[in-house]
């Protein structure tokens, strides 16, 4: 799931790997193409509203939206 491009939300992508969900499976779950989802974690384009409670529904109830899509400067990583 989780390969060099995808760097732009580090926390949600950490908590996906705990789930293990892979792309394909968390894009079903939420309704999007797997293409449209690797879009959205590179940064490229903006998750919805609606798609952004789903994930975090699936994914890490616990945790606040703004913690678990908080951006990752992706200049500063290696």
Do not use: H, Q
């Not at 732009?8 to 293990?20: A, D, P, Q, S, T």
């Not at 384009?45 to 798609?51: G, K, L, R, V, Y």
């Not at 975090?56 to 109830?61: C, E, G, L, N, S």
């Not at 606040?64 to 992706?74: A, G, H, R, V």
Request: proline letters at 1%.
């Amino acid at each position: 799931m989780v390969n060099g491009d995808d760097k732009m939300y580090r926390e949600l992508l950490g908590e996906i790997v705990k789930k293990g969900l892979n792309r394909k499976k968390l894009a079903e779950k939420i309704g999007v193409s797997e293409k449209t989802l690797r879009n959205k974690l590179n940064g490229k384009t903006d998750f919805t509203w609606s798609e952004v409670k789903k994930i975090r529904d699936i994914v890490a109830p616990e945790y606040t939206l703004e913690k678990l899509f908080e951006k990752s400067d992706t200049k500063n990583l290696n």
